[in-house]
């Protein structure tokens, strides 16, 4: 009976996820009223780039020019990511021409940049017939390379290569705008100063490329000097360019290891007063350096080499503020908070697990030390005399002084990491101490949280305070994703824009938070349910939440959903007690392929440029390209791995409940054998943030911030029924939240 319910709740468990996605459309609008997208296309494209343009560079008094055509034009904050760190102007001016993440190097690890990048200096060669141009060192030597030993397989040339004929005005332009075979088809050291042959030179090729100079300096008045010189530049473009052209500026590159968000500004035939946006950013106001490639042969009409391009279609967008000087303030403040965030993040995950870490040790430590075994006539190991105080029990036995101190520290702990998503609520970033009031903000939540569930009744009962936190933090992230995840863009708990890497949706520390948060409440939930309707419960949830992670307007993650399923799927098998049988096994294994291929078939639906990571991977293979990606994904979680804390705090926590909560002192064991939803639950947890982050790139961060919220909750849960963990009665199920089980 038991192996047919939990097939029937398996069944039933696709077929509400089947239909729930049945609705969801292709794409979605650019446009907020849903009109079809301008007719963006023209006969000419000029590309004005300026490395290190930023949105504070400019105003209406030194910069007129950009200023006048940021007014009637689409703008938007671009992130210059390539293939290196930092994004010098040569691997700008490269990554432009290859509409991939690429770098200007033949060395299989380029000098790491430790302060300014390196000027531009590179000889250009005028050719026989005094307009073109070569430029040395081979170039089909820097394709091979890039193709070869960079991981993302770019191509550099291959916007050129894509047009007949190009433009270069400039050397930027002309690292732009070279073919493989060295050649530059038409070049120009820097603009004429006669407007007719500006104007000749500009109308002789589909497609400019110019560089207008560089934005470098560090002091304001000295970057508002670079900027009215680019700002002159730009105003002879302007004059002389052809009808029907679409003039593109873009801030191509950062100039130092400080990494910022830059200009970008359509100006041209449906590029009207409106927003820059793009299917790979999925945001109103962010477009990548890697989408001007196929942007520009959009406009141009011409095919793009979709198997060389990582980038997609620039589009304009609603919703950008009449008035310039506000819609300016908004990529401004995007790329204050974006530098901000990146200052505390490391920061705040670092001692966010040196202070966890070393709460396991001491509460190890208090654990072992005040253990008596039932039955027993030995003693306890001695304590210090404040640990052996009494205080008023929540039941009818007396408990160790400490443990209520511990249990707040617990519930203080588990509550950091959605406290910090909260903090993005108020603009901390524009603080002179930016750092301290975002540190305020988050100890203040953690204190809120803490009080709010103290104060409960259901803090009184055994999984009480468990359940209510758990759900807590999985409603924050659901929230911030109802309203556009603008918690976790340039969020201290979420992701930056600077990264290049995600703009919308669920970031690898929203997402192990809300996989935990949703499993472990719903676990809690469960226990107080019949036993019969358990896996009912615990499908049911678990594919809402698999919808809101895997939908492409919610949390846009299809790996991370799958990761789900097996996590649901598999709690659903053991949420009614029992092992973990073959024949169990079998059919969560079962359930979660059928919704693997559902998930597929759905994003493979799709348009190409609109398809998830699933979909792109699994075209990317059916075409034979699929090695760079698998390539890649290995590279990410090793990298991931070694660079960031969430990485220890994983193995420690996992090396806590090991060596600590699964001892018989330890109490997990007496919770799993009284709560076997909640051990589901947990199992869930772990398999499914493990597959997230190598689904991911991610390696254990998922695991990492699911165990900052769940591992201090377990804790918690196991330090309430620890003194009782030799016992073998059986509690009654249905007390889980009526009282503190004896």
Same mark, same amino acid.
């Given at each position: 009976? *038991?192996?047919a319910?939990?097939r +029937?709740?398996?069944v039933?468990l696709?077929?509400?996820i089947?239909?729930?996605?049945?609705?969801?459309?292709?794409?979605?609008?650019?446009?907020?009223? /849903?009109?079809?997208?301008?007719?963006?296309?023209?006969?000419?494209?000029?590309?004005a /780039?300026? !490395?290190?343009?930023?949105?504070?560079?400019?105003d209406?008094? +030194?910069?007129p020019?950009?200023?006048?055509?940021a007014e009637? /034009?689409?703008?938007? +904050?671009? +992130?210059v990511r390539?293939?290196?760190?930092?994004t010098?102007?040569?691997?700008?001016?490269?990554?432009?021409s290859a509409?991939?993440?690429?770098?200007? @190097?033949?060395?299989?690890? !380029?000098p790491?940049?430790?302060?300014?990048?390196?000027?531009?200096?590179?000889?250009? #060669?005028?050719?026989?017939?005094?307009?073109?141009?070569s430029?040395?060192?081979?170039?089909?030597?820097l394709?091979?390379?890039?193709n070869?030993?960079? !991981?993302?397989?770019?191509?550099?040339?291959a916007?050129?290569?894509?047009v007949?004929?190009?433009?270069a #005005?400039?050397?930027?332009?002309?690292?732009?705008?070279?073919?493989?075979?060295?050649?530059?088809?038409r070049?120009?050291?820097?603009?004429?100063?006669?407007?007719a042959k500006l104007?000749?030179?500009?109308?002789?090729?589909v497609l400019t490329?110019?560089?207008?100079g560089?934005?470098d300096?560090?002091?304001? $008045?000295?970057?508002?000097?670079? $900027?009215?010189?680019?700002?002159a530049?730009?105003?002879?473009?302007?004059a002389?360019r052809p009808?029907?052209?679409?003039?593109?500026?873009?801030?191509?590159?950062?100039?130092?290891t400080?990494?910022? %968000?830059?200009?970008?500004?359509?100006?041209?035939?449906?590029?009207?007063?409106g927003?820059?946006?793009?299917?790979?950013?999925?945001?109103?106001?962010?477009?990548?350096?890697?989408d001007?490639?196929?942007?520009?042969?959009?406009?141009?009409g011409?095919?793009?080499p979709a198997?060389?391009?990582r980038g997609?279609?620039?589009?304009?967008a609603d919703?950008?503020?009449?008035d310039?000087?506000?819609a300016?303030?908004?990529?401004?403040?995007?790329?204050?908070?974006a530098?901000?965030q990146?200052?505390?993040?490391?920061?705040?995950?670092g001692?966010?697990?040196?202070v966890?870490l070393?709460?396991?040790? %001491?509460? $190890?430590?208090?654990?072992?030390?005040?253990?008596?075994?039932?039955?027993?006539?030995?003693?306890?190991?001695?304590?210090?005399?404040?640990?052996?105080?009494?205080?008023? @029990?929540?039941?009818s036995r007396a408990?160790?002084?400490w443990?209520k101190?511990?249990?707040?520290?617990?519930?203080?702990?588990a509550?950091?990491?959605?406290?910090?998503?909260?903090?993005?609520?108020?603009?901390w970033?524009?603080?002179s101490q930016?750092?301290?009031?975002?540190w305020a903000?988050?100890?203040?939540?953690?204190?809120?949280?803490?009080?709010?569930?103290v104060?409960?009744?259901a803090y009184? *009962?055994?999984l009480?305070p468990?359940? =209510?936190v758990?759900?807590?933090?999985?409603?924050?992230?659901?929230?911030?994703?109802?309203t556009?995840?603008r918690?976790?863009?340039?969020?201290?708990?979420?992701?930056?824009?600077l990264e290049?890497?995600?703009?919308?949706? %669920?970031?690898v520390v929203?997402?192990?938070?809300?996989?935990s948060?949703?499993?472990?409440a719903?676990?809690?939930?469960?226990q107080?349910?019949?036993? *019969?309707?358990?896996?009912?419960?615990?499908?049911?949830?678990?594919?809402?939440?698999?919808?809101?992670v895997?939908?492409?307007?919610?949390?846009?993650?299809?790996?991370?959903?799958?990761?789900?399923t097996?996590?649901v799927c %598999?709690?659903v098998?053991?949420?009614?007690?029992?092992w973990?049988?073959?024949?169990?096994?079998?059919?969560?294994t079962?359930?979660?392929l059928?919704?693997?291929v559902?998930?597929a078939?759905?994003?493979l639906?799709?348009? =190409?440029a609109?398809?998830?990571s699933?979909?792109?991977m699994l075209?990317?293979?059916a075409?034979?390209?699929?090695?760079?990606?698998?390539? *890649?994904?290995?590279e990410?979680?090793?990298?991931?791995?070694?660079?960031?804390?969430?990485?220890?705090?994983?193995?420690?926590?996992a090396?806590?409940?090991?060596?600590?909560?699964?001892?018989?002192?330890?109490?997990l064991?007496?919770?799993?054998?009284?709560?076997?939803?909640?051990?589901?639950a947990?199992?869930?947890?772990?398999?499914?943030?493990v597959?997230a982050?190598l689904?991911?790139?991610? $390696?254990?961060?998922?695991?990492?911030?699911a165990?900052?919220?769940?591992v201090?909750l377990?804790?918690?849960?196991?330090?309430?029924?620890r003194e009782?963990?030799d016992?073998r009665?059986?509690?009654q199920?249905?007390?889980?939240?009526?009282g503190?089980?004896?």
């Amino acid at each position: 009976m *038991r192996t047919a319910r939990t097939r +029937s709740v398996l069944v039933a468990l696709l077929a509400l996820i089947a239909a729930l996605f049945a609705p969801i459309s292709p794409a979605q609008p650019a446009h907020a009223d /849903g009109d079809a997208e301008p007719d963006t296309r023209a006969d000419y494209v000029i590309v004005a /780039g300026v !490395p290190g343009l930023r949105w504070e560079d400019l105003d209406a008094v +030194s910069t007129p020019t950009l200023w006048g055509l940021a007014e009637h /034009g689409s703008i938007g +904050s671009m +992130s210059v990511r390539s293939a290196v760190t930092p994004t010098c102007p040569a691997d700008g001016w490269t990554t432009l021409s290859a509409g991939n993440y690429a770098y200007r @190097s033949l060395a299989a690890n !380029p000098p790491k940049v430790t302060g300014e990048c390196p000027q531009l200096e590179q000889e250009v #060669i005028r050719g026989r017939d005094k307009q073109s141009a070569s430029l040395p060192p081979d170039e089909q030597r820097l394709v091979i390379f890039n193709n070869g030993k960079n !991981p993302w397989g770019a191509v550099p040339s291959a916007l050129p290569n894509a047009v007949r004929c190009t433009v270069a #005005i400039g050397l930027g332009g002309a690292i732009a705008a070279v073919r493989p075979y060295d050649r530059v088809d038409r070049y120009e050291p820097g603009l004429p100063d006669d407007p007719a042959k500006l104007a000749e030179l500009l109308a002789s090729c589909v497609l400019t490329v110019a560089d207008l100079g560089t934005v470098d300096a560090k002091e304001t $008045a000295d970057r508002k000097t670079q $900027a009215a010189a680019a700002d002159a530049q730009l105003a002879k473009l302007l004059a002389a360019r052809p009808a029907r052209s679409t003039v593109m500026v873009a801030g191509i590159s950062d100039t130092s290891t400080d990494q910022r %968000l830059h200009v970008a500004v359509f100006d041209g035939p449906g590029w009207d007063s409106g927003w820059l946006t793009s299917a790979g950013t999925g945001r109103n106001g962010y477009i990548q350096l890697i989408d001007l490639a196929p942007t520009i042969l959009h406009v141009l009409g011409r095919p793009a080499p979709a198997k060389l391009f990582r980038g997609s279609a620039a589009v304009p967008a609603d919703g950008r503020p009449a008035d310039l000087a506000s819609a300016i303030g908004v990529p401004a403040q995007a790329d204050a908070q974006a530098k901000a965030q990146r200052g505390i993040a490391g920061w705040f995950f670092g001692i966010l697990a040196v202070v966890q870490l070393t709460l396991y040790v %001491l509460l $190890a430590w208090a654990m072992r030390r005040s253990y008596t075994r039932a039955g027993r006539a030995q003693k306890a190991l001695p304590l210090p005399e404040w640990m052996r105080r009494r205080s008023p @029990s929540r039941s009818s036995r007396a408990e160790p002084f400490w443990t209520k101190w511990a249990e707040i520290a617990l519930i203080a702990s588990a509550s950091a990491i959605p406290a910090a998503f909260a903090a993005g609520m108020v603009p901390w970033w524009r603080a002179s101490q930016a750092g301290l009031v975002f540190w305020a903000l988050t100890v203040a939540g953690m204190v809120v949280v803490t009080l709010v569930v103290v104060f409960l009744s259901a803090y009184r *009962r055994t999984l009480g305070p468990v359940g =209510v936190v758990a759900g807590l933090a999985a409603a924050v992230v659901a929230l911030d994703l109802a309203t556009g995840a603008r918690l976790q863009l340039n969020g201290v708990a979420g992701y930056s824009a600077l990264e290049g890497g995600r703009y919308a949706g %669920l970031g690898v520390v929203g997402l192990g938070v809300f996989i935990s948060g949703v499993l472990l409440a719903t676990g809690c939930l469960a226990q107080i349910t019949p036993r *019969r309707r358990r896996p009912w419960l615990i499908g049911g949830v678990g594919a809402l939440a698999i919808v809101v992670v895997g939908d492409p307007f919610l949390g846009a993650d299809a790996g991370g959903a799958l990761a789900l399923t097996a996590g649901v799927c %598999l709690a659903v098998a053991v949420c009614t007690g029992g092992w973990l049988t073959l024949n169990r096994v079998v059919w969560a294994t079962a359930a979660g392929l059928a919704v693997t291929v559902l998930f597929a078939l759905i994003d493979l639906r799709r348009p =190409v440029a609109d398809r998830g990571s699933l979909g792109r991977m699994l075209s990317q293979i059916a075409d034979g390209t699929g090695g760079p990606t698998l390539h *890649r994904l290995s590279e990410s979680n090793i990298t991931a791995f070694a660079n960031t804390p969430l990485t220890l705090l994983a193995l420690g926590s996992a090396g806590f409940v090991w060596f600590a909560l699964l001892q018989p002192w330890g109490g997990l064991k007496r919770l799993f054998g009284v709560y076997p939803a909640v051990r589901a639950a947990l199992t869930g947890v772990a398999l499914a943030t493990v597959l997230a982050g190598l689904f991911g790139g991610a $390696a254990l961060n998922v695991a990492g911030a699911a165990a900052a919220t769940v591992v201090p909750l377990v804790a918690l849960g196991a330090l309430r029924v620890r003194e009782h963990a030799d016992d073998r009665t059986i509690a009654q199920e249905q007390e889980a939240f009526s009282g503190v089980v004896p």
